[in-house]
């Protein structure tokens, strides 16, 4: 049996505490590794993946099972309300009658501040984020598109007819 001093126990303590950060650092690293991979289409030169929408969040966010991975998926250039805003629920309806239980076909294109893929995505031959932008269903993101974005006429005809979220006076974006 070993017989352990006051000093000895302090250096041993000590030593565990040096440990201690890079054990943190590892468990870390680990974790974030997996996040990213569960949040990021699979490996491929070109980013474009096809998959099963499994869910949709609301008007711009979706999840495609890519490969037994879900992957949420922002759609790019639109933001949509948000479901306690005015024709929110409306807005996630629409996309999910587009999309659900369907096959997308999905382009990433970067990654947001919380993770999620960002990227074009295609339902039954239909790119979501025309499509919801030329019901009324999203605004083009200003922030994120380039002034001669081809969306930008959908949305003024929308805007024009009144129809979807263009159908309040003055309908409150997300971003606000």
Known sequence: MRKCTADQGARESAGAARLAPRWMDLRT?????????????PARADNLAEG????????????VLVEKQQIKVRLAEIGAPELRQA?????RQSLADLCFQQS????????DRYGRSVGKVECRTVDTS?????????????????PGNPLYPLQNAAKAARRGLWADNEPMPPWE
């Open 104 to 111: 997308a076909k999905v382009e990433q294109i970067a990654r």
């Open 29 to 41: 690293n680990l974790a974030a590794g997996v996040l990213s991979t569960t949040l990021s289409l």
């Open 52 to 63: 099963l929408v499994v869910s949709v969040h609301d008007g711009d966010t979706l999840t």
């Open 87 to 91: 024709s929110g629920n409306r807005s």
């Open 130 to 146: 025309t499509r919801q932008v030329a019901t009324g269903m999203a605004w083009v993101y200003d922030r994120y598109s380039k």
